[in-house]
């Protein structure tokens, strides 16, 4: 399969990788992401630009957009809205609403293209060597997509054609929800540990966690990782990036007087922890770093902005 990928950072750039090592053709365009000229040593198509992009597919198209949500996305949608032909597969991997996720569906299909919204999951490493997805959206666009995506996935199970447009997005993002809950757990714990009257080896009580218990998982595997390259907490800020998703589904969630207080009180204190000096804040910035790269800062980063 020939396809092309808009927006060659954190996630796409390995997705592309990984593509390739299957061997799958890959034209890639991202003007913001130097790094990507480093992939076509390894056989990417680097394209000048979008028109240069759509140039180089052959049809049906099929192409992949890994860009933060939000405008950005809404204008590379826009751009290719008018590039694309009738018949070409247009899917965002991203963390899109899933509102607009069915307006976009409902946009392109009057100029005859199939959107998917496919929700991807599996941070860093899984982009590289097996994702999840979580697609929604035109079915027929999804039967030709679905062999790449079987590739590009951790196992056969990995890959879900879950329904009807926003619905892979909304999965999604319910998905980031439920993390959102597990991550604040185990950083509580962690905190927990720290503040008890033994002095406890904290990496190697996480490793042991997940071997046999109750527990064991990625998050308590990157917990113990994060620990290990991190013993010095007091070197960093509290200071957690937050892109805003999972307030998405509290709101959803609010206006159909669903309890969600485990989802509520993960977020709340993600935003509490910009101003707070607590292991646990540490330790989910820790967390978010080993599954998806977000920034762990230093905090005289954060002490500066005070």
Request: hydrophobic residues 40%.
């Given at each position: 399969?020939r396809?092309?990928?808009v927006?060659?950072?954190?996630?796409?750039?390995?997705?592309?990788?990984?593509?390739?090592?299957?061997?799958?053709?890959?034209?890639?365009?991202d003007?913001?992401?130097?790094?990507?000229?480093a992939?076509?040593?390894?056989?990417?198509?680097?394209?000048?630009?979008?028109?240069d992009?759509?140039?180089?597919?052959?049809?049906?198209?099929?192409?992949?957009?890994?860009?933060?949500h939000?405008?950005?996305?809404?204008?590379?949608?826009?751009q290719?809205?008018?590039?694309?032909?009738?018949?070409?597969?247009?899917?965002?991997?991203?963390?899109?609403?899933?509102e607009?996720?069915?307006?976009?569906?409902?946009e392109?299909?009057?100029?005859?293209?199939?959107?998917?919204?496919?929700?991807?999951?599996?941070?860093?490493?899984?982009?590289?060597?097996?994702?999840?997805f979580?697609a929604?959206?035109?079915?027929?666009g999804?039967?030709l997509?679905?062999?790449?995506?079987?590739?590009?996935?951790f196992?056969?199970?990995?890959?879900l054609?879950?329904?009807?447009?926003g619905?892979?997005?909304?999965?999604?993002?319910i998905?980031?929800?439920?993390?959102?809950?597990?991550?604040?757990?185990?950083?509580?714990?962690?905190?927990?540990?720290?503040?008890?009257?033994?002095?406890?080896?904290?990496?190697?009580?996480?490793?042991?966690?997940?071997?046999?218990?109750?527990?064991r998982s990625?998050?308590?595997?990157?917990m113990?990782?994060?620990?290990?390259?991190?013993?010095?907490l007091s070197?960093?800020?509290?200071y957690?990036?937050?892109?805003g998703?999972v307030k998405w589904?509290?709101?959803?969630?609010?206006?159909?007087?669903?309890?969600?207080?485990?989802?509520?009180?993960?977020?709340?204190?993600l935003?509490?922890?910009?101003?707070?000096?607590?292991?646990?804040?540490?330790?989910?910035?820790?967390?978010?770093?080993?599954?998806?790269?977000?920034?762990?800062?230093e905090?005289?980063?954060?002490?500066a902005?005070?």
């Amino acid at each position: 399969m020939r396809l092309g990928i808009v927006g060659l950072g954190r996630m796409g750039a390995r997705l592309a990788q990984a593509a390739i090592e299957h061997g799958h053709g890959v034209v890639g365009y991202d003007p913001g992401a130097s790094a990507a000229k480093a992939l076509v040593d390894e056989g990417l198509v680097l394209a000048a630009s979008l028109e240069d992009l759509i140039d180089k597919l052959p049809s049906p198209r099929i192409v992949l957009i890994y860009i933060p949500h939000g405008d950005p996305t809404e204008r590379m949608c826009e751009q290719l809205r008018a590039l694309a032909s009738a018949g070409d597969v247009v899917a965002d991997g991203g963390n899109s609403h899933w509102e607009d996720s069915r307006r976009r569906h409902r946009e392109f299909a009057r100029e005859g293209i199939r959107f998917l919204d496919i929700g991807t999951s599996g941070g860093l490493w899984g982009a590289r060597y097996g994702a999840c997805f979580m697609a929604g959206g035109d079915s027929e666009g999804y039967a030709l997509i679905e062999p790449l995506l079987l590739d590009l996935a951790f196992d056969e199970r990995a890959t879900l054609y879950v329904g009807p447009p926003g619905s892979g997005h909304f999965v999604k993002l319910i998905h980031n929800a439920i993390e959102f809950g597990m991550v604040q757990s185990i950083a509580e714990g962690a905190e927990l540990l720290m503040r008890s009257d033994f002095e406890v080896d904290l990496p190697a009580v996480f490793e042991n966690w997940n071997h046999g218990s109750v527990i064991r998982s990625w998050l308590v595997e990157l917990m113990s990782e994060g620990l290990r390259q991190n013993p010095d907490l007091s070197r960093l800020s509290t200071y957690v990036e937050d892109t805003g998703e999972v307030k998405w589904v509290l709101r959803w969630a609010l206006e159909r007087d669903i309890p969600s207080p485990v989802v509520s009180d993960s977020q709340q204190a993600l935003m509490s922890y910009r101003d707070l000096d607590a292991p646990a804040a540490k330790a989910v910035a820790l967390l978010r770093h080993g599954f998806g790269g977000h920034p762990v800062h230093e905090r005289t980063e954060q002490l500066a902005r005070s």
